[in-house]
DNA sequence: TAGACAAGCAAGCAATTGCTTGGTAGGATG
DNA sequence: CATCCTACCAAGCAATTGCTTGCTTGTCTA
């Protein structure tokens, strides 16, 4: 009856059947939405019974935020990673388009970033405004490298209104992109780059 | 207790109390989700109780239905007009830019457009296909004035996948576009041709 | 071996949900 | 005047919802 209230004790070996929580939450969060996912359909996927989530969550809103937090903790690492490789212009920010859209699509963490895309939302408002202020220190990594490119002649335009083009380009894919077709996620990161830089193509 | 079972006779006039739970549908859709909104939500901003709804619409997936066909057809019919007005590539593609963000962020069909874009996958797959075919006749206007800028030198892939950043890159504005912000809609339709295109910019 | 704790289960409760049913006010129609 | 039809209301039903409660199991430690 008791709850790991905030940092359970070991919480590296005693995450583990939390975690599969989360997963089912994305999973389900994911492909029929916040509210239409029940905690029954949760507590299923992760094979328990419907009371169980509620000894490693206090609230379903509490899944939804696990969730919404893995996915940005993921795309920023991925991202940041890249931004900070030290390459010049064009391959920094082929490799940060690269980045991104294999979080978003690929099959390790999309389930938490299109959650985190397409659900925040429905979190409760002091969870949103964290989430928010997070998503904001993600989206300045690209307002940085619109800049580098602007000051290399890549491209025109480095204001906000450019970064949420390329950013709404980016995440529009999760509702369109099917894995197993004909293009893969580097090739499309290369051709959104080709779209955007003004330069003769790199094919 | 009969019902105008598919076409009310007079339509016209007898239409008229049944589009205000079209519109409050749409509203609250938008606002809340498909899922989060409750029949007693739409009945009580359309000034109804709670089961006088069903007299206009079988289901509550009927009126997700009905909202997604109104914000289809404006979308369609506002930049069809601006497709076919007959002027030279780059006036005609920043025109079909604005009319979509008008229609998608501007007070009157932002309801409805906004439903389409976020909510269709709660549709039944019977109403679900219907509407994608609708929306690939929609989106072959945009693959159509790609096809024209490329001829004429203005942007350097007419692909499939740059339809879709296209597409993306105006549908994604209505998660942070805010009415009554320092941007318009024009100068917001001028920057996105602006980013896109491959031409000196015109301020 | 005894105790403690992590991690669940079985059962159910109060509220909410989509939707149905029988009725009815008011205008049009004969 | 009698009838019909449109558009709604009042009431409620069966199912589902998020969540709680008391209890059990397996494992680790002293």
Redesign the interface.
């Known amino acids: 009856m008791k709850r790991p209230v905030d940092l359970p004790p070991s919480a590296a070996a005693a995450g583990n059947r939390r975690s599969a929580v989360v997963r089912a939450a994305g999973r389900l969060f994911r492909e029929k939405?916040?509210?239409?996912t029940t905690i029954r359909d949760i507590a299923q996927a992760a094979g328990m019974r419907s009371g169980s989530p509620f000894y490693h969550f206090r609230t379903k809103h509490d899944m939804l935020h696990a969730v919404v937090l893995e996915g940005l903790a993921a795309v920023h690492a991925a991202v940041a990673l890249e931004l900070n490789a030290g390459r010049p212009p064009r391959q920094t920010f082929e490799a940060m388009l690269r980045a991104h859209l294999q979080q978003v699509l690929g099959e390790e963490g999309r389930d938490f970033s299109a959650v985190l895309l397409?659900e925040s939302?429905?979190l409760e408002p002091s969870a949103l405004a964290e989430v928010i202020a997070l998503k904001d220190a993600y989206e300045a990594m690209w307002q940085k490298v619109l800049k580098i490119l602007k000051r290399a002649g890549l491209v025109?335009?480095d204001?906000k209104?450019?970064r949420?083009?390329?950013?709404?380009?980016?995440?529009?894919?999760t509702?369109?992109y099917r894995t197993g077709g004909p293009?893969s996620v580097e090739r499309?990161a290369r051709?959104?780059a080709?779209?955007?830089l003004?330069e003769p193509?790199k094919p």
């Open positions: 939405g916040y509210a239409a397409h939302r429905h025109a335009d204001s209104a450019a949420l083009f390329l950013l709404g380009a980016m995440n529009w894919t509702l369109w293009l499309l051709q959104l080709n779209f955007v003004r193509d």
